[in-house]
């Protein structure tokens, strides 16, 4: 039972849940006990009313009848409801876990993945809600009854209680062989959507690249047969449901006709009476409902057992919490040192993809502007990533003040470093709303002195509370982008500064007010500038070529 194991991610969320869940368990309990009472006084009103010709009985036992059907309704209205807002919140929770955790992944783990992947499988959570449906709910109340009918049924006739028995294997069956295609398929089925939606995702984020090769049509036809091989699943999953349900359907017909006959003839030989059958009839449905719905609650629970499986990519990869350390880096007081670093890009399955450089040494001092030259690919935006903690396994070691990366808590170690990286990623809102994520509390006057040194003041007209920004910055220029990852820069104003390329898409009038403020502005801190040209070499204290 491997998915046993797999409940242990869900431990959290359930244990909030566990009030309501013990008090939805104790209607259920009483909700059965109710359903076993009519079809008795059915019984008594066939045996001690109509045979024994006493009207009086005959409202009597209808009338409790009528009563318990009435007190069995609400309290299965109560169950549902508070059923479903159980399930709700214990959704919204699980959601909140998996995103929680999915954000504290390494680099690595992203790098792997589509991200409409990742989307389709936080999503999947979703389905975790068929562990409340009314199945399982009627499930252990249906396990009562069965025990209930069983008693009753077994004192009124042996012999038709153990014909009954007989078909119990039979639904077992069914029931059995449907959950186990169900769930083959299932599994298929989410990992194709999955698939599909992270390919869907990707096709429209790079829709200007698709338009300029001309190859949306081609792009959409590979989405439409994906679409289209989804639906072919789906059908004959459905197709397959059908056929079982029917069976089972019929079986349960033929049960109740064969209670009849049976009874029929024991009626004409006098050893059974009219209330006996109608007894009988009302049970031998209870006998049923545990395998039949055995057979559906393994398949309603089936897709969440499945996507509670695949939650495991997210539970059981390492967190960054748990491959860095504990200690809390303040600042720079010494040096960075790189010493004999080698590191290579991997997939999946830990195979290499890229080695990047092997047994790099260099050193960056506090307060002094440190230079990183190479021509493109060669590595300079991998090492300031090591330096972030976005790659924990590389070789060799990271000394900060001469205490390794690993034993830094990486947060604290982000925390103090600036970057305007190289592919920069600005939030939709308005730039003044990007430079506000900077840092709490800004006053207006640093905001407008960034805005100036940075060169932004250069490159747009407007208010900076009036430039609205659209996914990502894609409403901008290339150097308005870097001009506004500057300013942030700047505002956050961080004990290491790592401009990578920051200045590559500005023009020379622009590129030159950065400069100018990179000098003077950050004069003491400790700067890394990373460019594949030497053009910056002047400003910088020391360099290293890679
Ligand atoms: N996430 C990644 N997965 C695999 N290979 C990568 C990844 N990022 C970069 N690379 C490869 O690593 C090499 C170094 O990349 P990078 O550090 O960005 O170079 P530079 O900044 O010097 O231009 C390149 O060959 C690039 O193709
Ligand atoms: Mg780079």
Known sequence: ???????????????????????????????????????????????????????????????????????????????????????????????????????????????????????????????????????????????????????????????????????????????????????????????????????????????????????????????????????????????????????????????????????????????????????????????????????TFSLTIQPALVSLSRLRVIFDNKTEEELWGKKEFKGIENKIEFKNISFAYKDEEENIIKNVFDNINFKIEKGKCFSLFGRNGTGKSTLMKLLLGFYPDYTGKILIDGVELHDYDINSVREKIGIVSQSIMLFSGTAYENLNIAKDGLTAEELNHAWKISGCSNLFKEDMRNIMIIEGGKNLSGGQKQAIAIARCLLKNSDIIIFDEATAHLDVNTKDIVIDSFVNYFQGKTRVIISHDKELDSISDKSFAL
């Open 1 to 295: 039972m491997k998915f046993m194991n797999d409940f242990k991610y869900l431990k959290p969320s359930f244990k909030k849940i566990a009030p309501q869940i013990f008090t939805i368990l104790i209607i259920v309990v009483l909700l059965s006990l109710c359903a076993l009472v009519p079809p008795y006084y059915s019984k008594l009103i066939f045996d001690d009313g109509v045979v024994g010709k006493d009207e009086g009985k005959i409202l009597l036992y209808g009338g409790l009848a009528i009563l318990f059907f009435f007190i069995s309704l609400v309290l299965e209205f109560l169950s549902k409801t508070l059923f479903t807002i159980t399930s709700n919140r214990f959704i919204v929770d699980v959601k909140g876990n998996v995103l929680n955790r999915l954000m504290i992944m390494p680099m690595a783990f992203f790098d792997t993945k589509q991200s409409g992947y990742l989307h389709s499988r936080i999503n999947e959570v979703n389905s975790l809600s068929a562990m409340f449906s009314p199945t399982i709910f009627s499930f252990i109340s249906s396990i009562i009854q069965f025990t209930g009918a069983f008693i009753i049924m077994f004192n009124i006739s042996k012999t038709i209680t153990f014909i009954m028995l007989c078909f119990i294997p039979v639904f077992y069956l069914i029931a059995s062989q449907m959950s186990k295609a169900l769930k083959r398929s299932s599994r298929q089925l989410m990992e194709m959507n999955a698939k599909t939606s992270g390919n869907l995702q990707e096709s429209i984020s790079s829709i200007s690249d698709l338009k300029q090769f001309n190859s949306q049509e081609k792009n959409s036809k590979k989405l439409i047969k994906q679409f289209q091989d989804v639906a072919k699943k789906r059908i004959l999953q459905s197709i397959f449901l059908s056929v079982g349900t029917q069976l089972l359907k019929f079986f349960s017909s033929a049960a109740g006709i064969i209670v009849l006959i049976i009874s029929g003839i024991f009626i004409v030989k006098g050893e059974l009476s009219l209330g006996d059958y109608v007894a009988l009839a009302g049970y031998s449905g209870m006998l049923f409902v545990p395998v039949q719905l055995f057979g």
